[in-house]
């Protein structure tokens, strides 16, 4: 699987990046057919707490592309909320394509 991380005004370090790649892979667990993910970082409203948003697309064979996008107040908790996210999109797609 092929993992993107773009963050949008500001430098993502190497500690973040390491984290969302083992994140992100593991998400296999839950879909083999997962083909690629774009992981997109970003600062909401620098002055305020809770400000760090984080939306991950997944590409998956034979469906539609799954999106989850969550805002915390630190971009580890938000990577960790959309990542929870879309192991139970999966869970249901995966459901939804075994039930045809």
């Known amino acids: 699987m092929e993992i993107r991380i773009q963050?949008?005004?500001?430098d993502a370090t190497a500690q973040?990046?390491?984290?969302?790649?083992?994140k992100v892979t593991k998400l296999n667990?839950?879909?083999?057919g997962i083909m690629d993910a774009?992981?997109?970082l970003k600062v909401v409203k620098p002055e305020t707490s809770m400000n760090k948003e984080a939306g991950v697309k997944?590409?998956?064979a034979g469906s539609e592309p799954l999106f989850s996008c969550k805002?915390?107040?630190?971009?580890e908790e938000a990577v960790d909320l959309a990542i929870e996210a879309?192991?139970?999109q999966l869970e249901k797609n995966k459901k939804k394509v075994a039930g045809k």
């Open 38 to 40: 774009e992981v997109t």
């Open 16 to 22: 973040l990046e390491s984290f969302i790649q083992k």
């Open 86 to 88: 879309l192991e139970r």
């Open 71 to 75: 805002v915390a107040d630190t971009f």
């Open 29 to 32: 667990r839950f879909h083999d």
């Open 58 to 60: 997944l590409s998956v």
């Open 7 to 10: 963050a949008i005004h500001f």
